[in-house]
């Protein structure tokens, strides 16, 4: 599987280290011979090679500042574009991990649709094409009978997407909710802890949990995005930003907190969907729900059913690492799907 890589931050990365750590074991024990052979960025450069680039010379020159620091080599473009790279390189997956825009979704919407056309699979870690596209998206993967996988969107490397769609079949979800967004989720647990909001999220910035402006995390618009693709993922319901109701936590107090914890119940962000709508929201919950027994920066969802009733999932929603894995997960289940 030759894979084209737009964005190369740290999911980019993620995927890379584990391309270049698990490759021989993805080949033996999974037949999955994956080779990146384009990458680009906005900032650092672009590579492509027909026949491969190797992924530790790639993180190698990404570190060192740029991809110019990559080793020349008879056939290797260095002027494409990520356009170009959608449209002519011979490439079997588009994988698109650039930052997110969650209102136009460009340019990796015009990205992902020039994948299809050129008869490549897409691969998605960027939630923008989703929240505003999904079904201009499925309905392009059809046409083009190519496949559309988007695990990485929602809860980082947590196979929720997976869940919902595949070990779930078979029984009807009837909502969704859930704790969707890890940097919210480590301020209001630094807040049960005594700590106030101003503090708590100077703490989540200084660990690189919270961005320089975090208003899409504490204002609620990050987890918003990923309940506008489990709606259309679940439910086929096609929702904007400005249908929804969201509020973050910029108006949540120590005491809001303390108040909650004497009565066994604690404040959580939680995005809820359901075939009729969204929202995202602080809710006080009581201690007996799976939700408020996450901590820190981890993530979890809840889905109700009408056969097994409530089954959560709780593991790490964002990483590197973590959401690289997700991207290589659905590499797996690509191959799984074409080779039957």
């Known amino acids: 599987m030759k894979i084209a890589l737009i964005g190369a931050g740290n999911v980019g990365q993620g995927l890379l280290q584990l391309l270049r750590d698990k490759g021989a074991a993805l080949a033996t024990e999974l037949g999955l011979h994956a080779q990146v ?30 991809l110019r620091h990559y080793p020349q080599s008879s056939g290797l473009a260095r002027d494409w574009d990520a356009a170009r790279i959608a449209r002519e390189a011979q490439a079997d997956t588009l994988i698109e991990a650039s930052p997110t ?60 997407i997976r869940l919902a769609q595949q070990a779930l079949a078979g029984c009807v979800i009837r909502e969704a909710r859930g704790i969707l967004n890890g940097t919210t989720n480590y301020i209001l647990t630094q807040m049960e802890n005594g ?101 820190g920066i981890t993530n979890a969802v809840t889905y109700v059913t009408d056969v097994l009733g409530e089954v959560t999932l709780v593991g790490p929603g964002a990483g590197g690492l973590q959401t690289g894995f997700a991207l290589l997960s659905d590499l797996v289940d690509i191959q799984r799907v074409a080779r039957h």
């Open 37 to 66: 052979v384009a990458v680009a960025t906005r900032r650092h450069g672009t590579l492509y090679h027909p026949q491969g680039l190797d992924a530790a010379g790639v993180l190698d020159a990404l570190a060192a500042g740029d």
């Open 101 to 160: 825009d969650l209102h136009s979704g460009q340019p990796a919407l015009d990205l992902c649709l020039a994948a299809f056309a050129s008869g490549k699979h897409v691969v998605l870690a960027n939630k923008g094409p989703l929240a505003v596209a999904y079904h201009t998206l499925t309905d392009a993967a059809r046409r083009a009978n190519k496949l559309l996988r988007f695990e990485a969107t929602v809860m980082g490397g947590t196979p929720s």
């Open 195 to 295: 700590t106030s909001y101003v503090d708590a999220l100077a703490q989540a910035q200084r660990l690189g949990y919270a961005e320089a402006d975090p208003s899409a995390d504490v204002d609620g618009w990050d987890a918003a995005g990923k309940a506008l693709i489990l709606a259309a993922a679940l439910f086929g319901t096609t929702l904007r930003l400005d249908q929804m109701q969201v509020q973050g936590i910029r108006g949540l107090t120590r005491d809001n907190i303390f108040s909650a914890h004497q009565e066994g119940e604690c404040w959580k962000l939680v995005a809820r969907v359901t075939p009729e709508g969204g929202s995202v929201q602080p809710q006080r919950l009581l201690i007996s729900d799976p939700l408020a027994n996450v901590k």
